[in-house]
């Protein structure tokens, strides 16, 4: 059997102690790698500095130089109830496109607020990313209690502040638990200095969390990632969105429309050497979501990058036109007819936003205004897109990875999740 797995994303402020909070739960778990923490402690001294609970995620020189986690980095700590991958999702503004890929794998959050600071103007701007990619399993944790002399009021204060700004992105957070991740109160035990609050810690509250179903439970979606040629077999390879697939099973590749059977599943023993070289490879009799593998079939399709395998009686939607959240990150904004690539799944078309129908400020939620004609630099705006040639793709909560995409102008401007096709 199978250990059980939650992914989650911890996100807030840069400087409200997520990095911190992710290292307490690590060291308080016994997850930690062996001599990890001598290793801190020894960097800490050198700095002349008490131990620092964020250097077991910010472990790249550069990122303790600057106090600012920069990557999407997932790392793992164990619970008696459970395994959980937890992604460490940038705070600092200019990495608010890494947050999103973050929370956009994430089936639970903790959103981290300072008890001093309380709710800032990218504690604002993360939660409603997380509601906007429709997350429901959501602990507040009101870090830094210590600094506020583990005082109830000030937790009453922040916690009203916090839920009345939740409830306008409608996200009801199951638990808002006062903390001190430097000095480990309450993240995985109970302690004297928070005696008034009744509430759980954080790994009892996450334990609380169901794991949602598996994606191998869906419709099949195989997006094709590239082509192998060998001994007269073309091996399509992908990673598996959602479903399972298994030799035999009828099939339908969209958008060509061609139906035919899987003849083999195919799997790589090792990289090390040429994987299509004699026994590296070998056929299994299924494959999951999740699973990156490779497909041969009964007929000879010539399929390509960006095509997606389905079964015939429950195919994903094709379409030139969708309605999307789109989250503009580009200092230079978007002005209504400029052509734009977009990247969805391993599919890459050209497309326009051929109508941009409200604009909204991403920190306070004001809507700025209706019909627009631009989408500023972290403005959030409902749009209309419309793509260069039909693309397949779902809503995002019925299947995320053809539901979520990036605009490109040479790098990334904006990300987006699809809404209504």
Known sequence: MTEENLKLVIVGHVDHGKSTLIGRLFYDTGSLPEGKIEEIKSVCEALGRDIEFSYVVDSLAEERGQGITIDTAQKFFKTKRRRYTIIDAPGHVEFIKNMITGASQAEAAIIIVDAEEGVSEQT???????????????????NKMDLVGYKEGRYREVDKEIQNFLETIKIKPRYVIPISAKEGDFVAKKTENLEWFDGPTILEALDTFEVPESPKDKPLRFPIQDVYRFDDKRISVGRISSGTIRPGERIIVLPSMEKTRIKHIIEWQSDKENPFGPGSYQYPESAQAGKSTGVTLVDKLFLDRGDVISTPQNQPKMTDKFNAHVF?????PYKKGERIKLKCATQEVMCEIEKIER???????????EDADEIRNREVADVIVKTSQPIIIENFNDTPELGRFVFERGDTCAGGIITEV
């Open 328 to 332: 503009w990150l580009d200092k230079e």
């Open 124 to 142: 604002r701007r993360h939660s409603y990313i997380l509601g906007m990619l429709g997350l429901k399993q959501v602990i507040v944790a009101v």
């Open 359 to 369: 604009v909204i400020d991403s920190s306070t939620l004001k809507v700025l205004t």
